[in-house]
């Protein structure tokens, strides 16, 4: 049956202009105005709220950058990609201005003192609330600037000298009238220039012991690519005065990976990067020290001097021996905390204890305190006092997550107060709210007797996400629910303004209101509007979402998100073209994957990598189609991938149908990254489908052999399920048209675009239907608007003409 569908198909489908033989020379084309003009559509402002909760900042962001803009040079080193001209990040989101609200007043002041066209980044703001300050990246430099909040009026600080090519370009000291800024070591020399004759081949050599490296992008290859990635990340921190604008060096010049200031301001914690490189991972695993500078910047103490992280045990819960998230308490005046394995890094290991807690105190010259274990690997904490801190672990083979609390003092005082698995959302008790302290940090937030903290979260339900504030019992571990989300609304907590006299901001939303901010009073239900954005997509007024429910042949519940075009009628109308797209996910436990997610209620989102656009043009979008992989026990999900994956595709293809929405010879398939994979292999694996979309994909797991996705098994391990799992290598049963696109410049961990121009040349070669299209300049997300523009125009075609256009198939 296959084999005869393949050559009909094929031979149906030689006539189509469409399809081209070999490569075209074409220019950046333009969609139909509907989505053009969708696409376009200004985006709504950005909003940070201060410390003291009493100024909300509005940062207005620009459309999609030119292709000109992304275009710019760009050095591709050590895992990093900068901009040499700059001497900072090449792909940094940027802000185009600024404005102010009053939360009390309600009252908006506009900024000024901005330039013109200005490219706002790393926004921070003091930690007492009435000073931000911000980058402005111009063509060839990168200034610091400073906002007053009182005046409203912005100023420059520094000349063109930031260097913001790894970690934070500045931090503000705790006394919030000082900043220390990352400047471009002025001392860094000349600029190395490449030999014309090589001195000698690369060698690389193995050390004889088994690790377990992912496949990743943009490494350094050659000595020339060291003393590049030396010379762009040189750095020197300097200590500004805010209000004079005098500027002193501060501490050594070097790769400065990242600086941090105690909470009492009297030390800064800096981290340097040094050699030897290596070929085989990124800078984060580069050998690196961690030392301690007084105020002056002058060397107090080394607390760490971690080694090249070239090789780890095998598993996704593998770490590093030694020191690991070396950190400030954020509730004492000078103390570090970090944890170390005591597995050996190894997850294979059995043992009772995986990581345990230290701490050091100033001066940082004596022996480190042992502290707390965990049985987990260590996944964070979160300080309150001497009495009270929060600490959570988790475990990736079982998705187990413990949230416990603990006396900082008491080695042995962790008590559990959560125990559950990350896939069960509907268990998930949410986030412990936080406030400021008296140093500025994030510290939980607890009741004044101090035995009650606020959790808010999603609140995952069978009727969807309804997101709560809730106050939890430190003594008996019980919850008392304060508020939470109701239809016909989905409204989110951002930030609880006042405890005691009840306020919380949210961002509210409806399926016909636009997501706004609001000051909500939990006790009596009052709502106060802090901001008015409009409808950013007045062509899609009208259209809303629908939560469609169906089963899978097994019995398992799956759901999507259905938009039909406005004014469509099911069963009066004729059925329509169907646009279907989804990304799978692997789970260990069947009810976890049958629980519902997202809000019934939620506003329409557009963003470039969305399907929902082809509403305007007639298709019916059954988006986040569920696409769960599941294998309980000791089962893998990926053990029996592919019969999940077509059994999905064909319950909600049968749901549609049954609804009178859809033709069933008209529907496409399509994904991008993980659900282009998934799209290749239903193209081979089904006849579900006139035609699938894949974007930045990879199709060939034989070339990320140490693990994918969630799959932590080797190629060695289980080839078998490599070779099945992978499209690349099924290439002949795919017998309807494929459209694939990807950046040239994916720099995404295993999907290489080598992955999409092998798979086109497979399909291509075997006499199938595929296009591919190479997006210049563009990496695994794409950004240019020409770029964004021209993959729409594409689909678009592709739809046209193999889905809603596509002639009758017996």
Known sequence: MKARITIFICSLLLCIPLLMEAQESITYQTPS??????????????????????????????????????????LRLGGLRMNPRTNGRSRGRSYNGLSLKNIKSGKDFEVTGLPEKARIENVSWAPNGQHIAFTITRNDAIELWHLDVKTQEAKQLTKGIINNIIGSAFQW?????????????????????????????????????????RTYQDLLKNP???????????????????????????GQAGIIRSFSTSPDGKYVM??????????????????????????????????????LIDKLPKGFGAVRQGPRSISWRADKPSTLYWVEAQDGGDPKMKTDVRDRLFYLDAPFNGEKVASIPFKLRYSGISWSNDQLA?????????????????????????????????????????????????????????????????????????????????????????????????????????????????????RRESKKETPNYFVRNWKNGKVTELTNFDHPYPGLAGVEKQVVKYKR??????????????????????????????????????????????????FLRLSWGSPIYWVAKGYAVLNNASMPIVGEGDDEPNDSFREQLVANAEAAIDKLVDMKVADRGKIAIGGHSYGAFMTANLLAHSDLFAAGIARS??????????????????????????????????????????????????????????????MYSAINGLGGIARLVMLPHESHGYRARESVLHMFWEMDQWLETYVKNRKAVP
Do not use: C
């Open 33 to 74: 105005k509907e989505i053009a003009d969708l696409v376009d559509a200004p985006p709504p402002p950005a909003v940070s709220i201060n410390a003291t909760k009493d100024w909300m900042l509005l940062m207005q962001q620009p459309g999609y950058p030119s292709i000109e803009e992304l275009a710019q040079p760009e």
């Open 173 to 213: 000291m705790p006394n919030s009238s000082q900043i220390i800024v990352k400047a471009i070591d002025e001392n860094r020399g000349e600029f190395p220039e490449q030999p014309n004759v090589p001195s000698g081949p690369i060698v690389q050599q193995s050390s004889g012991k088994a690790t377990t490296l």
């Open 224 to 250: 020339y690519d060291e003393s590049l990635f030396e010379y762009y990340t040189s750095a020197q921190l300097h200590m500004i005065e805010v209000e004079s604008g005098e500027m002193k060096k501060f």
């Open 270 to 307: 800096v981290s340097t990067i040094r050699k030897p490189f290596s070929y085989l991972v990124t800078f984060r695993n580069f050998p690196t020290t961690f030392d301690i500078l007084d105020t002056r910047g002058n060397a107090v103490q080394r607390v760490a001097d971690l080694p």
């Open 390 to 506: 929060i600490a959570y672990e988790y475990w990736w083979p079982s998705r187990h997550l413990i949230t416990s609390k603990f006396t900082p003092g008491e080695k042995d005082s962790k008590e559990v107060l959560f125990d559950y698995s990350t896939e069960n959302r509907y268990e998930n008790p949410g986030n412990f709210a936080t406030t400021r302290n008296e140093y500025g940090r994030n510290v939980l937030l607890t009741s004044e007797d101090g035995q009650h903290l606020f959790l808010t979260g999603q609140g995952s339900s069978p009727k969807g996400d309804r997101p709560f504030l809730r106050e939890f019992d430190l003594n008996t571990k019980e919850t008392k629910e304060h508020w939470r989300s109701s239809a016909p609304f989905y409204e989110i907590p951002v930030t609880i303004l006042d405890a005691d006299k009840s306020l919380i901001v949210t």
């Open 553 to 602: 042949k097994d019995g398992l519940d799956l759901q999507g998100d259905l938009y039909l075009p406005k004014g469509y009628k099911p069963g009066q109308d004729d059925p329509l073209p169907v646009i279907m797209w989804a990304y799978p996910r692997e789970y260990k436990s069947a009810s976890d994957a049958a629980q519902v997610s997202g809000s019934p209620n939620a």
């Open 697 to 758: 994909g990879a199709y060939n797991r034989t070339l990320t052999p140490f693990g994918f996705q969630r799959e932590e098994r080797t190629y060695w391990d289980a080839p078998e399920i490599y070779y099945t799992m992978s499209p690349f290598m099924h290439a002949d049963k795919i017998n309807e048209p494929m459209l694939m696109i990807h950046g040239e410049a994916d720099n995404n961990s295993g999907t290489f675009p080598l992955q999409s121009k092998r």
